[in-house]
């Protein structure tokens, strides 16, 4: 594992970078951020979206950082995961990862809560039933109930190995054309141009084409702990209906609106989802 995490940390707050290998077979890299005077004991378990890469939530996960243990998973369809030809990217496959990772790292009396972000909250709606030991909060930031992929980008996605590279900069054009308003939010562009820029091409197609049948179906309102669903209401690329039908359907859930991705992934995000579970 060669990328450096030290700029992610002040004075006071040590990292770690792991591969921690699962039952599931696959190996999953683990950051660790902890502040080396305890601020707070519960730690925070942060599952980013599809394919994202670290820097889209660097000014969020600094402010966790200085307060609480921060547990980040890079979950199995990312680039560095260790995975083989067998192993799926589907929802269900995603979120047993999760799972066996929260069941072994977590015993009776830890304290922890979870915030994910698009696919990584989905993944922890899908995951509370199966957690031996639930979080005490979970924080989900502008989750999917679908996946709602074109049908001609599932299909580009069967030879992604082989189109993928050409066809890259026709993709940044399309979001900016058709699936993201720059001048309400320039930062979910951004975000994506990054996605794009460092995904694992056939990865991220095999993805694409496993998520795109997954609906959400009964595990909200299993839900038992309060909850917060934040949503973006300038974000067009994801669906403000699906947050506010998952926020309805979770009992004691709160709903905010941050309006923009440049909000939902800054400095401010980290404030408000330590406010939450003070």
Not at 36 to 44: D, G, N
Not at 196 to 208: C, F, N, T
Request: a neutral charge; aromatic letters at 12%; charged letters at 25%.
């Amino acid at each position: 594992m060669q990328q450096d995490f030290s700029d992610y940390y002040f004075d006071g707050t040590d990292y770690v970078a792991e591969y921690v290998a699962l039952p599931t077979r696959v190996s999953l890299l683990i950051l660790t951020f902890t502040p080396q005077v305890t601020v707070s004991t519960k730690t925070i378990v942060f599952i980013p979206g599809l394919a994202s890469v670290t820097d889209n939530f660097k000014d969020t996960v600094i402010d966790l950082a200085r307060h609480h243990k921060v547990v980040y998973i890079e979950t199995r369809e990312k680039k560095s995961a260790t995975v083989d030809r067998k192993h799926g990217f589907t929802v269900d496959e995603i979120t047993e990862d999760v799972v066996q990772y929260v069941n072994e790292k977590f015993s009776a009396g830890d304290s922890y809560v979870m915030a994910g972000y698009s696919l990584g909250a989905t993944v922890i709606a899908e995951a509370f039933t199966r957690l031996r030991h639930k979080p005490e909060k979970i924080i989900l930031i502008e989750p999917n109930s679908t996946f709602k992929f074109p049908g001609w980008l599932a299909m580009l996605a069967r030879f992604s190995g082989i189109v993928y590279t050409p066809l890259k900069p026709f993709l940044k054009w399309y979001m900016r054309r058709f699936r993201i308003n720059i001048k309400e939010d320039y930062e979910m562009y951004r975000i994506n141009c990054r996605i794009l820029d460092a995904a694992e091409p056939v990865r991220l197609g095999r993805a694409i084409r496993a998520l795109r049948p997954y609906v959400m179906d009964g595990c909200l309102e299993a839900i038992t702990v309060p909850s917060m669903v934040v949503v973006a209401s300038k974000d067009i690329f994801h669906s403000h209906g699906e947050g506010s039908y998952i926020s309805e359907r979770i009992m004691n859930c709160r709903k905010l609106d941050m309006h923009d991705n440049r909000q939902t992934h800054s400095a401010e995000m980290g404030r408000v989802i330590r406010d939450f579970i003070s």
